[in-house]
């Protein structure tokens, strides 16, 4: 009787999300557009399936030479895919700009599980107890989902592709553009490989390759932090604090207080969240600081750290955050810790942990989609040094050599997100350009230094 509440309550909950954004009116100072919706089979590979709704936006350029349009690939998984903030400038001077909702968020289906969010709220989730409650709540979740007559396995990144390419013959486009980041980079990787003849060129911030998705190894995690320190040994004022911050992070967790002022210190929290706080470079310097003072016996950045914990996963989806994942990706769940690591990879341990314990099993999108292919459409890769979530070298070292008249860019000392919100004019020319095929007149240096400097 209870799943079934729960699943007529979900079921409400999702057509109510699908006409609110609707009927929402977009607005920003470039444009202002009303979002709508189209019918795609749930799963393709099923004559019965179903159709559900997805929302989309559409913005036609100005310019008369209209070029390819670009369709807009966002980060995630477990995040949404309609962000009018993306549509820039740039892309409006020559193109018209799509953002398609992704499936289980942007839509009538909305694959939130809210009790299993709630739960990993508990304190010390990473304790072995706790991990096999998560997967015991997933699992109910999830039946519950099913239950509503939700295909499960449906919510992947080929039906995604599928959906692109759906919306593309219905808008009436020869030939696509697409603008990529992060998880969106391998959503833009498969459509090339399924429909590759429907695109013209592909941009890929911060680029995840397919082996990696559900991936966040500890080593490359210590990696970027080494990488922090060295930054941080040059300036002689934060070395008057700290002479190895590699050191003082390890010394802090090795022996924090179970409270301080009277405030709890959940060490698991704090890792967690530190991973989190890692791939964005203003936060990134904020969690490290917070390490130094704490070794100088202020406390009160790492219990701010803790709090942190419970925002980053209520701003996830976290159905759709494992399904996504589950669907492409087969791992074993294990403690994720390595021998020598600064901070372990903590995620992996609650993410893969919980899953495992669910015991669902979710059928697995075809191999040749989860390995990297050969691959002849152009490319633009932009990487973070930085990045602890899509490291660069897995780019430079793996997929990159396997693409033909692709280019790859480095920018030094900037982490996930900063690709992502970089703003610079000379950077969107940069784009512009190879959206456009120009041959780009000068060199262009991107650089914005790490300040570890504690504002006052």
């Not at 980079?185 to 559900?214: C, F, H, Q, R, S």
């Not at 997100?417 to 959206?435: G, R, T, V």
């Amino acid at each position: 009787m209870k799943n079934f509440l729960l699943a007529i309550f979900l079921f409400i909950l999702m057509s109510v999300n699908l006409l609110t954004a609707q009927n929402q009116i977009i607005t920003n100072n470039i444009y202002s557009s009303v979002s709508k919706t189209f019918s795609v089979k749930e799963n393709s590979e099923k004559e019965n399936s179903k159709f559900i709704e997805l929302l989309y936006i559409q913005v036609n350029s100005s310019c008369k030479k209209n070029e390819n349009p670009i369709f807009i690939l966002l980060d995630g998984p477990g995040k949404s895919n309609i962000d009018t903030s993306k549509i820039k400038k740039w892309m409006l001077e020559n193109h018209d700009v799509i953002l398609l909702g992704y499936r289980g968020i942007d839509g009538n289906v909305n694959l939130n599980i809210p009790n299993f969010k709630n739960v990993l709220k508990t304190s010390k989730p990473l304790e072995p107890e706790n991990i096999m409650n998560f997967g015991e709540i997933l699992k109910k979740e999830l039946d519950s989902i099913e239950y509503l007559g939700i295909d499960l396995e449906a919510y992947n990144i080929v039906e995604i592709a599928n959906d692109i390419e759906n919306l593309r013959i219905k808008l009436g486009y020869e030939k696509i553009n697409l603008y990529s980041e992060g998880f969106g980079t391998l959503i833009a990787y498969t459509y090339g490989l399924k429909y590759k003849k429907n695109v013209d060129k592909i941009i890929m911030l911060n680029a995840l390759i397919p082996e990696n998705i559900g991936i966040w190894d500890a080593d490359y995690i210590s990696s970027k932090l080494v990488l922090y320190n060295v930054i941080w040994q040059k300036d002689s004022i934060c070395t008057k604090k700290s002479v190895d911050i590699i050191e003082t992070m390890k010394d802090v967790l090795k022996t924090l207080p179970a409270k301080y002022n009277d405030k709890v210190l959940d060490k698991d929290k704090i890792r967690i969240a530190t991973f989190f706080l890692l791939n964005d470079k203003t936060t990134a310097i904020e969690t490290i600081n917070a390490y130094v003072n704490a070794e100088n016996g202020n406390y009160s950045g790492l219990f701010e750290i803790s709090q942190k914990y419970s925002e980053i996963i209520e701003n996830i989806n976290w159905g759709d955050f494992i399904l996504k994942t589950t669907t492409a990706k087969d791992y074993s769940y294990s403690e994720f810790v390595c021998d020598g690591s600064i901070i372990g990879s903590p995620f992996m341990n609650i993410f893969w942990g919980s899953i495992a314990f669910s015991n669902k099993n979710i059928n697995k999108i075809d191999n040749y989609y989860t390995q990297i292919q050969d691959f002849d459409i152009p490319v633009l890769f932009i990487s973070g040094n930085l990045d602890i979530s899509n490291p660069f070298e897995f780019i430079k070292d793996d997929f990159f050599p396997k693409t033909e008249n692709s280019k790859f860019l480095i920018i030094k000392e900037m982490g996930h997100s900063d690709i992502f919100n970089f703003e610079d004019e000379n950077f969107d020319k940069l784009l512009s350009n190879f959206m456009l095929d120009k041959k780009q007149n000068k060199k262009y240096t991107f650089y914005q230094s790490v300040n570890f400097i504690e504002k006052e």
